[in-house]
């Protein structure tokens, strides 16, 4: 039995070498994935985008294919540091000198065909971070003012003439849903340029201040008149107004009349041809002016009584 037993074995080992033997010397068709590295010294930075590798399709005797796979440094350096500032690289040239290959391989494809290498001195600059993080919030809630990111700016690498068009790095879109309360977390920043900026920071912390709106009603705002001639007087009919802000419940529960500012320019008054002047409100950050009463204010202009 023991003896059967090692035949059959001999004869699988057998039967498998005599199979790979047969299909190996078939053809076949390869595709490689080359990866590119670039090798650039401290004062220079790619002006333009490189592959990050090269497609190769070969066609070839399956034991040829095996030994590239095995034998070969499938590895890409480019070494712009003794390069022009633009260089054209025949990708196919590489191919044939990488791989080594024999005459009865061929090529069927390379993608690129080319490589365009263009570079630059490295500059640096520091620009603000773009807030791309959105909230959907419940009915009846409002966000407090602008987002707060943390750090709001980063200091950007790369080469001149790239660096000097980028105004600002964005954060990756993010949407959150639901929202009735403050909102922090982190978010990265949206890896764009990757193989020609380098950045001091790859994340940033967000800040979203969200209140339930409510709406508060301020009554006998004084109505203050700027740059009154000396000579002159102006009453006012009438004197105070009442207003109606909507805003942060939070904000507004310590709001007082002394943080509204209601005034209207003397030279309003100068040029009014309709016997009324509409005030200018000025409410504080993050409030909504609703409705003023009364909305137009009519006037006296006397003449001031000299002592």
Known sequence: ???????????????LILWLYINLNQSYSLDLSIPVNINSSKSQALAEEIPNSIDVKINGRGWDLINILISKNLEYDIDITKMKKDTRIITEQFVNERLKLQSNISVISINPDTIQISFDKVSEKKVPVRNNVALNLKEGY??????VLTPDSVTIQGASNLINKIKFIPTESKILSNINSDVRGEIKLKDTLQNL????????????QVQLL?????????????????????LLIPPKIN???RGGVDELTGLSSGELSVNIPYKDIEDDTLGYVVPEIIVPENMTLLKSQPEKLQYIVKKKQEN
Do not use: H, Q
């Not at 900026?197 to 979203?208: E, Q």
């Not at 301020?218 to 000579?231: F, G, H, Q, T």
């Open 1 to 15: 039995m023991g003896k059967n037993i090692g035949i059959i074995i001999l004869s699988f080992f057998f039967a």
């Open 142 to 147: 409002s966000i407090i003012g602008d987002p």
């Open 197 to 208: 900026l380098k950045t001091d920071i790859s994340k940033v912390n967000y800040y979203f």
């Open 214 to 234: 409510a709406e508060k009603n301020i009554d006998d705002i004084e109505v203050r008149i700027l740059n009154i001639p000396d000579d002159k007087e102006v």
């Open 243 to 245: 207003v109606s802000i």
